[in-house]
């Protein structure tokens, strides 16, 4: 079955705590972002990726890291966690180049950070 | 990528279709209309796209103005599954595109038995 995991689901931490978010598709796709979601301001892209080791910043990109070492994977590394980055974190992926229409987003995962 | 509007929220009886609005008036030529829902903080899906033609998939059907600055998303038969909020983004489909997709406010749709 296509699909974008995360995990964890559910995760809530302290201040300053590093930690990871992975994500990972089995479509062979070339493109993967990240999108925080919060009450109010909608869907915010983080990060993206457009292939392996080519990564850049989407719109609000403070506080966080990426990397993409595996097409499959693109992990999304909060070195500080700050109560500001508790929201609602999405990662997605499609094939890239035209028509780049469908984007398949993983379940989300919910982060509190206190 | 042009702005798009849609109203807050809308009711729809159970098995009765579903049309779902959306204005783009500054839509420009090569820009796609897509169609995204997101289900009770689920990861957002993807329904359907279509540039100037009205498209059908197995989800919905797309019917977009002849100078394309609205269009409607149609759910023939809602089911209280279709209970989501829907999105109407527009974007230019080229390659070198970020593939950032605009999410605005979107259509709380309700579908009541």
């Known amino acids: 079955e296509a699909q974008v995991t995360q995990n964890p689901r559910y995760l809530i931490t302290v201040t300053g705590k590093k930690l990871t978010v992975t994500c990972s598709q089995n479509m062979n796709h070339e493109y993967m972002s990240w999108y925080r979601q919060d009450p109010g301001l909608g869907l915010r892209q983080i990060y993206y990726?457009?292939?392996?080791?080519?990564?850049d910043k989407g719109d609000v990109p403070e506080g966080y890291k990426v990397s993409r070492k595996e097409k499959r994977n693109f992990p999304l590394i909060l070195e500080s966690p700050s109560p500001n980055q508790t929201s609602l974190y999405f990662c997605?992926?499609?094939?890239?180049?035209?028509?780049?229409?469908?984007?398949?987003f993983g379940p989300g995962t919910r982060l509190t950070v206190t | 990528d042009a702005k798009t509007t849609q109203p807050t929220s809308m009711d729809c009886a159970e098995g009765r279709a579903a049309n779902l609005p959306c204005n783009h008036s500054t839509i420009s030529g090569n820009e796609y209309v897509y169609w995204y829902r997101q289900i009770h903080s689920q990861g957002p899906q993807y329904i359907i796209h279509g540039l100037k033609n009205n498209e059908t998939n197995e989800m919905a059907s797309l019917i977009i103005t002849e100078d394309r600055k609205s269009s409607t998303l149609i759910l023939p038969h809602a089911t209280l599954r279709d209970t989501a909020v829907y999105y109407c983004?527009?974007?230019?489909?080229?390659?070198?595109?970020?593939?950032?997709?605009?999410f605005g406010q979107g259509t709380t749709l309700q579908v009541k038995p």
């Open positions: 990726s457009m292939n392996v080791e080519v990564t």
């Open positions: 983004i527009v974007r230019v489909d080229v390659d070198g595109n970020t593939g950032k997709l605009i």
């Open positions: 997605a992926s499609s094939r890239f180049g035209r028509p780049s229409y469908e984007q398949y």
